[in-house]
């Protein structure tokens, strides 16, 4: 089997470190890993796979080197601006912010929903926003057996998806500091219907982005969809509440049992002893956990789920992995 080269861009960062985590428990047939960050955090040094790595700065020539693969999650300008330069050296670049992930040209992908998109790329693969990577994993295994008509997204999103400032605005709210690094307003205590910036009609870009990718992931354009995204006091580990209107008629526990053979998807879901999907049990896991499956009994059709997964892991990071994965095992 070939020995693979790979980079890390932005590996200093939150999503960074959780990447170098999951390939220490992955094992992928990488020979060679290479570091990289800002000048900023160029120069720190982090353990990785048992030895220490020098975190090297990223520039123009970062590339010229030549490597395989390279996951990017340093934001949506630098991808914009070397991520391109990495495909044009012959490297396949797996990027986890917004840049592409709307380009017809560049594949979204979740790896158990559409794989067969990783084929298409023109050397970048976008990973998508952490609220729908979660969320179309039982989209699509509904979709494929009922058909999905309408979806409603309400989210209740942790503070590790707006980085290091988020979860210090968190820990410093408990503390009693009264100091502001990324929210408008104390998150402590607070749920804060704004995730991202505001567009011009009145939803988020997280809003937006839950929307869109959706329909792109799902190949379906004109899917009506709909999404309030709320941050909420919690560490990590996104939840979501999807109402989903389905086009045939489906018994519940047959639409139970088509969640529970879906690639990646773990149901829990026993009221009776409490059993449903919470933040704390679900991070540092990989799966996308559903819960509380129930009819809504306002539509015809109608199913109530409530959804979590690690938003740094899965929601991310180990998303990205996994592309990375699938490449290797289709070479």
Not at 121 to 133: K, Q
């Amino acid at each position: 089997m070939k020995n693979y080269k790979l980079a890390i861009v932005g590996a200093t960062g939150v999503v960074g470190r959780t990447a170098l985590k999951v390939l220490e428990e992955k094992k992928l047939p990488i020979k060679e890993y290479v570091l990289f960050a800002s000048s900023r955090s160029a120069g720190t040094k982090l353990n990785f796979m048992g030895k220490d790595y020098i975190v090297r700065e990223l520039t123009e020539n970062s590339f010229d080197e030549g490597f395989d693969f390279a996951i990017f999650s340093a934001g949506g300008e630098t991808s914009k601006k070397y991520a391109p330069i990495a495909a044009s050296k012959g490297c396949i670049v797996v990027d986890n912010s917004s840049a592409f992930r709307m380009d017809n040209d560049v594949p979204l992908v979740v790896p158990e929903v559409n794989p067969e998109e990783i084929k298409n790329n023109h050397g970048i693969i976008a990973n998508p926003n952490c609220s729908t990577i979660q969320a179309v994993l039982p989209l699509k295994a509904l979709d494929d057996k009922y058909t999905i008509k309408r979806v409603i997204y309400s989210t209740y999103q942790a503070v590790s998806g707006a980085g290091q400032k988020g979860l210090n605005d968190l820990s410093n709210g408990r503390k009693g500091i009264n100091k502001l690094e990324k929210f408008p307003y104390p998150i402590y205590n607070n749920c804060l219907p704004h995730i991202d910036v505001f567009t011009e009609n009145g939803y988020t870009k997280e809003e937006m982005k839950m929307i869109n990718e959706t329909r792109k992931i799902l190949k379906k354009p004109n899917l009506k969809v709909t999404a309030t995204t709320v941050r909420v006091p919690v560490d990590n580990s996104h939840s979501e509440s999807i109402n989903i209107e389905l086009e045939k008629p489906f018994e519940i526990n047959d639409l139970v049992e088509t969640l529970k053979n879906f690639e990646g998807i773990i149901v829990e879901d026993d009221i009776s002893s409490n059993i449903y999907p919470i933040a704390t049990q679900v991070s540092g896991h990989d799966e996308v956990f559903v819960g509380r499956i129930r009819r809504d009994f306002s539509v015809e059709n109608g199913i109530n789920i409530w959804v979590v997964a690690d938003n740094i892991r899965k929601g991310a990071a180990s998303n990205a992995i996994q592309i990375v994965e699938k490449m290797i095992e289709n070479d």
